[in-house]
């Protein structure tokens, strides 16, 4: 059976889509934005995490670390770390520490042991109508896990979305249409050079697949919502935003309309359980003042807006 490596199922979610829902959170990412609130699902592989608040100091961890990882106290050597996952003796750091400070960021897990933590909350998704949301990460970076999934949440009768960076074969898209609900698709600016500057990637792949999801969510019948997140310096000018409205308005006829989110700074306390620094430290959540003249240039292009 397909198994998939999988770093958080969250219940209970409410800004995944419509009604409440379960969250199934994949891990890899072919993108590296900077702003990342999940930077523990951009590695495909399973890494070591390390909440130090909760470490008690008692040093099991680093008796146990086969691969000479201590060099400074507590702190382990990530560059070692991050190799440990291909290792006989894996994560030994983490079965020995009991407060549980240290973690395993991925589970690898098969389609039915997903479907079946989701399938607990079926009466909520029926009383509120919502569903599970496969997100990430790119759930399009584990594309037969991600098929299998889809279909196994249909066969269950479970509303299905998912959230994607647009950076996945086209045929992989095309393999899961049939098979979705509602589909959030982001698009993060349209300058190719800039977005390779703060994603790692160019955007014509991303563009490509959006024009692609729209004529297929009119061909399957799901719902389309392209999602711009808004990050200062990066894309929150009015005239980043004209540019992305002027490409939804001039190439999607079947999307449902779009989403804009404020930048937040809620992942970074991840990126220090990873040893990473948080690049984007100074920046600040835009004002709802203007996130509004934001929207209001999406209603000028007759963009519907929508809130999750
Ligand atoms: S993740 Fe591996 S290498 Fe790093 S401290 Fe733990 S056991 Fe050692
Ligand atoms: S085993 Fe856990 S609690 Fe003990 S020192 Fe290591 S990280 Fe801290
Ligand atoms: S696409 Fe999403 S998961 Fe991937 S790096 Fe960007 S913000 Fe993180």
Known sequence: ???????????????????????????GCPLK????SNPETQKFYQQMIYFQDKCIGCGACKEVCPYGAFTNGLEADREICEKCHDRIDAF?????????????AGDKMTVQEVVDIVKRDMPFYQLSGGG??????????????????????????????????????????????PFLKFAFMDLKCVDNRKHYEWTGADNE????????????????????????????????SQEEVRGIAEFVANNCKNYIGMELLPYHKLGRGKYISLGRAYELAELATPTDEHMDKLIKILDEYKIPIYKF
């Open 132 to 177: 599970v949301t496969i997100s990430g990460g790119e759930p399009l970076a584990q594309p037969q896990f991600t098929f299998e999934l889809l279909k196994a949440f249909n066969e269950n009768w479970i509303d299905t979305a998912i959230e994607t960076c647009g950076v996945g074969a086209v045929e992989d898209y095309k393999l899961i249409a």
């Open 205 to 236: 792949l991303i563009k490509k697949n959006i024009i692609c999801m729209d004529e297929l969510s009119k061909k399957y019948g799901f719902q389309l919502i392209i999602r711009t997140p808004i990050i200062p310096g990066f894309n929150d």
């Open 92 to 104: 030994k750091c983490v079965e020995e520490c009991y407060p549980q400070c240290r973690k395993i």
């Open 1 to 27: 059976m397909t198994r998939g490596t999988v770093t958080d199922i969250e219940r209970y979610a409410i800004n995944d889509g419509f009604g409440l829902r379960t969250t199934v959170f994949l891990k």
């Open 33 to 36: 934005c900077k702003w990342c």
